[in-house]
């Protein structure tokens, strides 16, 4: 089924320790975002991506980088986490026509101890 | 800048009785407007959108939301609430920043629909 699939679906970090979020999505999409969603916060912007090979900035970039080598893929660093990286992360995507609205990923829960 | 606001941070209502969600905006320029609902450890899931066009707008399971330029509101209804309509529901919203239409979402509203 063509969506946005995001990996891993669950993560336990040490504190210091690094990874790498997955988000793929096959529908030739231009742009991708990466949020975060902590309670009462609703989702907040971390970065973005326009096209292969640009990223920039959201509300909340500090803490995490960002790639976009391949069109299909938007992958989120984290170089060391801390435990207020503990969150919800979700990746969606959109085609360049706003009509068809944004595609959501089901969420990764990372939790950082 | 923009925002999103849900001025509820619960909403209760009884089953089968008219159900409404509030969401005020701040847009640069025409606002795009969407609702989305998460259910428990679930994901977003995309209930309807306002994009340009009438300012009624209906969406999925049954629910409806108005577009209303000069009050800034796009609050979510639907006639008869269910229990399973029982979930966060989100109001978002985007804007021209740099052409990337960045989404905004409000902060999120609990609905407890009650047997």
């Known amino acids: 089924n063509a969506g946005v699939t995001q990996t891993p679906k669950f993560r336990v970090l040490k504190t210091g320790q690094s990874m790498t979020l997955l988000c793929a999505q096959d529908?030739?999409?231009?742009?991708m975002y990466w949020y975060r969603q902590d309670p009462g916060m609703g989702l907040r912007l971390i970065h973005y991506?326009?096209?292969?090979?640009?990223?920039a900035k959201g509300e909340v970039p500090d803490g995490y980088n960002v790639s976009r080598l391949k069109k299909q893929n938007f992958l989120l660093g984290l170089e060391s986490a801390a435990p207020s990286q503990t969150s919800v992360y979700f990746c969606?995507?959109?085609?360049?026509?706003?009509?068809?609205?944004?595609?959501f990923g089901s969420g990764t829960r990372l939790t950082v101890v | 800048a923009q925002s999103v606001a849900q001025p509820e941070d619960q909403v209760n209502v009884a089953e089968g009785n008219p159900l409404t969600v509030k969401c005020t905006y701040s847009?640069?320029?025409?606002?795009?407007l969407f609702w989305y609902v998460q259910y428990p450890n679930r994901g977003l899931q995309f209930l309807l959108k306002y994009i340009t066009g009438d300012n009624l707008v209906k969406g999925s399971y049954g629910f409806e939301a108005e577009f209303n330029k000069s009050q800034t509101s796009f609050h979510l209804k639907k006639p008869s609430a269910l229990v399973s309509d029982s979930a966060l529901y989100f109001c978002a919203g985007a804007y021209s920043g740099a052409g990337s239409y960045q989404l905004t979402f409000g902060k999120g509203t609990k609905l407890s629909v009650i047997p």
């Open positions: 991506s326009v096209g292969e090979g640009t990223t």
């Open positions: 969606a995507s959109r085609a360049q026509m706003m009509n068809y609205g944004y595609t």
């Open positions: 847009v640069s320029g025409n606002p795009y």
């Open positions: 529908m030739n999409h231009e742009y």
